[in-house]
């Protein structure tokens, strides 16, 4: 298996700010996600962190606001830039690896915009 | 119509009871994911299926692809496996949980 460690574990920002959530993996990993989970609701897929390119956002999701980088295949950041309190919401990452798919999740990082 | 539908969205059970969660999807799959997350957000990939049925401990996992659907069974049920339960397919296209609730 993989272990995903984040940071932070949880902060609390005021609008208009930006935050920037690291996510580091113990191996080398193919794939690797970023989810929002907002109050109430169920995951849902920020983008793809691909590693040396751009990242591939879903629809509803844009650069500006969510860059995202993968400098090598460990580690990505996601950064929640001029926040608002919509964006209160945990905040996700996850890795895939291997022809088997196999899926393995951070602990997630709980984030409060005042 | 979300693409993967979960059934129930919250259930409660008694210690010792046997626990059944559905998961019906409505797109071609690659796999299909069972997760669990605990209460402080966390999440543990419990299961990942692309056909037949896997076992791990209590826990159980069926999937029928030609239904398009999946079940998560828990035998005998403790108050450590309350928690929210995800079906999740392909790219990560998530249900919207089934929170289990097991009464002492």
């Known amino acids: 298996s993989a272990v995903i460690s984040q940071k932070p574990s949880r902060d609390i920002c005021q609008r208009g700010t930006s935050l920037t959530i690291q996510c580091q993996v113990d191996?080398?990993?193919?794939?690797m996600f970023w989810y929002r989970q907002q109050p109430g609701q169920s995951l849902t897929l920020i983008a793809t962190?691909?590693?040396?390119?751009?990242?591939?956002?879903e629809s509803g999701f844009v650069i500006d606001k969510f860059p995202i980088s993968r400098p090598n295949l460990t580690f990505s950041t996601l950064t929640v830039s001029n926040m608002s309190p919509e964006d209160s919401s945990i905040y996700l990452c996850?890795?895939?690896?291997?022809?088997?798919?196999?899926?393995?999740f951070g602990p997630g990082t709980r984030l409060t915009v005042l | 119509k979300n693409e993967v539908e979960q059934s129930p969205q919250n259930l409660t059970a008694q210690e010792g009871e046997f626990i059944t969660i559905n998961c019906s999807y409505s797109v071609g799959i690659s796999a299909l994911h069972w997760l669990q997350q605990h209460p402080g957000g966390g999440i543990v990939s419990l299961f990942m299926?692309?056909?037949g049925k896997k076992k791990h401990g209590r826990l159980i996992a069926t999937i029928n692809i030609q239904e398009k659907h999946s079940s998560l069974h828990i035998t005998a049920s403790h108050p450590r496996d309350s928690a929210v339960y995800i079906c999740?397919?392909?790219?990560?296209?998530f249900g919207a949980g089934t929170r289990l609730t097991v009464k002492p």
């Open positions: 996850s890795a895939q690896r291997g022809s088997y798919n196999e899926q393995f």
């Open positions: 299926l692309s056909s």
């Open positions: 962190a691909n590693q040396g390119s751009e990242a591939t956002y």
């Open positions: 999740a397919v392909n790219d990560m296209r």
């Open positions: 191996s080398q990993v193919t794939m």
